[in-house]
C-alpha cells in the first residue's frame, strides 16, 4: 500500500526540493512507499481530507480541527523555528499609520492561506472593519500583494509575518507595518492519520532525533527547518480551541 | 479571595465590596487608569468546569499584574471589575454551561487597581464527547464599542443597584 502525504498550499515555493528530499527520507525510514502529492490551493486539500484521500499531513493550522477532530488524525511534531504570525502593512506614503486610521471599504490584499486571513481580521477588528465593510482582493502571492500595495490598488495587505521578512530590502523599504501578530501557538503540523497510529510513538522519535544525525540534518537543511519539536494531543486540542474561538464572530 | 491592598494600587482609588457567586465576599480598590490593550496580542486563560484558572499565558500575566503563581488555582472573578453588570457574566455562564460559545465586551480589573477592555470569547473544551474546562481568547475591541459597552453597563448596573 502507498501512503499519501499532502503539504498545506502555502509552502514557500522554494522548499519544493526539500519536501521531495524529506519524503525519500520519510520512506526509507518507514520501509514503505509514500507519495507526496502537492495541491495548488487550500479548496483542493481540505476535499482530499474530506473524503479520507491522506495519511499524512502537514498542515495549516485552519484545517488542524478538521483532520483531528472529525478526521482522527494525531499530531507528530512541528518545526521549531516557524510560527505562524500575521503581520498588516501599508505602502509607506500611504496615509494610515495605525490600524485605527482605517475607515471602511479599505481594500484588503491577501493570499489565500487561511490562518492568516483571520488573524489579518482579527487585527483590523479595532478600527471596526470586519468583512462585510472592507474588500478582500486575493493574490496569488505574498509579492503580489506587496505589488498591490505599491501599485495603491489596495491599502493594506495581509502576510505571514516570515514571507515579509524575506522580501527584498527594496521592497520592504516602501511598505510599513501597522501591526505584526505576536500569538505564539499557532502553527503548521505534521499530523498522521489512523493507519500510522500503530507507528505514530516510533515516528514523533524518529522526528525528534531527526537532527543528531548527520544525513537527517541534511534533509531538515534543505527544509531550512532547524528541528521538530514533538506535539502532545493535548497541545493540538488546545491549539485547535484556540482557532475555534478566533473563528467566531 | 483576599481583599485587594492599598499598597499595591497605583494613583487615586476608590474602594468597592464586591459579593461573587458562590456568596463569598472581597474588597476592590479601583483606579480610573486604563492600561491599553498589548497590539497583535491575545490574552489566554482555561479555567476547570468552576471557572478556576488553571492556565494563563504570558499576555494574561501582563494585563492582569499578578504572577502566574497567584492567578493558577484562583477563581476567574479575582478580575471582575465593579463596573460589569451580574447580567453579563450570568449570560456567560448559561450560554457555555449550554455547551455554546459566548462572545462579549469585558471590562477587567489589574492588581495595581486600573482597567483594562478586552472583547472576550469563551468555549467549552469537549474531549471525547464531554465537555472538561473552558478557554477564553480575548482581542483588542474597537474604541467604539467600549464607549458603547461602558454606557449599556452603567445602565444595567444602576437598575441591578435597585
Ligand atoms: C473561561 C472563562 C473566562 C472568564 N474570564 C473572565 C474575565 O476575564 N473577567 C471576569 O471578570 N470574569 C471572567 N469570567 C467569569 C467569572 O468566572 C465570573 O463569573 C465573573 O468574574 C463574575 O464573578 P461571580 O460570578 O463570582 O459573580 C470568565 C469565566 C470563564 C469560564
Not at chain 1, 473524503?51 to 482522527?72: C, G, M, Q, T, W
Not at chain 1, 502576510?159 to 505576536?182: G, I, T
Not at chain 1, 514533538?230 to 473563528?247: A, G, K, Y
Request: proline share 5%; with cysteine; net charge negative.
Amino acid at each position: 500500500m502507498t501512503l499519501q502525504f499532502a503539504i498545506s498550499p502555502d509552502f514557500p515555493p522554494e522548499h519544493i526540493a526539500g519536501w521531495y528530499i524529506f519524503n525519500t527520507w520519510l520512506q526509507r525510514t518507514l520501509d514503505c512507499a509514500i507519495h507526496l502529492q502537492l495541491y495548488d490551493n487550500f479548496n483542493t486539500l481540505r476535499k482530499a481530507i474530506e473524503s479520507d484521500r491522506l495519511d499524512l499531513v502537514y498542515a495549516n493550522p485552519f484545517d488542524a480541527s478538521l483532520l483531528i477532530r472529525e478526521k482522527h488524525f494525531m499530531s507528530l511534531a512541528r518545526a521549531d523555528n516557524l510560527q505562524d504570525e500575521a503581520i498588516i502593512l501599508t505602502a509607506d506614503q500611504h496615509p494610515a499609520r495605525h490600524i485605527e486610521d482605517l475607515c471602511p471599504d479599505t481594500i484588503i490584499a491577501a493570499t489565500d492561506v487561511p490562518d492568516i486571513e483571520m488573524m489579518g481580521m482579527i487585527m483590523i477588528e479595532p478600527a471596526d472593519l470586519n468583512r462585510d465593510n472592507t474588500q478582500l482582493v486575493t493574490c496569488d502571492n505574498y509579492v503580489m500583494v506587496a505589488k498591490q500595495l505599491l501599485n495603491g490598488e489596495a491599502d493594506i495587505g495581509f502576510f505571514l509575518a516570515e514571507a515579509f521578512d524575506s522580501l527584498s530590502d527594496l521592497v520592504k523599504k516602501q511598505l510599513r507595518p501597522l501591526v505584526r501578530s505576536q500569538i505564539q501557538v499557532i502553527h503548521h503540523s505534521l499530523m498522521a492519520g489512523p493507519v500510522l497510529h500503530d507507528r505514530h510513538t516510533a515516528l514523533m522519535t524518529l522526528l525528534s532525533t531527526m537532527d543528531t544525525s548527520e544525513k537527517g540534518r541534511g534533509v531538515l537543511d534543505a527544509l531550512k527547518i532547524s528541528r521538530w519539536i514533538p506535539i502532545d494531543q493535548e497541545d493540538s486540542e488546545f491549539m485547535i480551541d484556540l482557532m475555534d474561538t478566533l473563528m467566531i464572530d | 479571595m483576599q481583599d485587594m491592598c492599598p499598597r499595591d494600587i497605583v494613583g487615586d482609588y476608590t474602594e468597592h465590596r464586591l459579593r461573587y457567586f458562590d456568596g463569598s465576599q472581597r474588597t476592590v480598590l479601583v483606579s480610573e487608569t486604563e492600561t491599553p490593550y498589548p497590539e497583535g496580542r491575545l490574552i489566554v486563560s482555561r479555567t476547570d468546569l468552576d471557572g478556576v484558572l488553571t492556565h494563563v499565558n504570558q499576555s494574561f500575566v501582563d494585563m492582569a499584574g499578578y504572577t502566574k503563581q497567584e492567578l493558577i488555582g484562583t477563581p476567574h472573578s479575582i478580575l471582575r471589575h465593579p463596573d460589569m453588570p451580574r447580567a453579563a457574566f450570568a449570560d456567560l455562564w448559561q450560554t457555555v454551561t449550554a455547551g455554546k460559545p459566548w462572545q462579549g465586551y469585558v471590562k477587567n480589573l489589574r492588581k495595581d487597581g486600573g482597567y483594562y477592555w478586552v472583547l472576550a470569547t469563551v468555549i467549552p473544551n469537549v474531549r471525547q464527547g464531554r465537555v472538561v474546562s473552558y478557554t477564553s481568547v480575548r482581542r483588542k475591541p474597537s474604541r467604539g464599542k467600549v464607549e458603547e459597552h461602558t454606557a449599556l453597563y452603567r445602565k444595567l448596573r444602576m437598575e441591578e443597584d435597585q
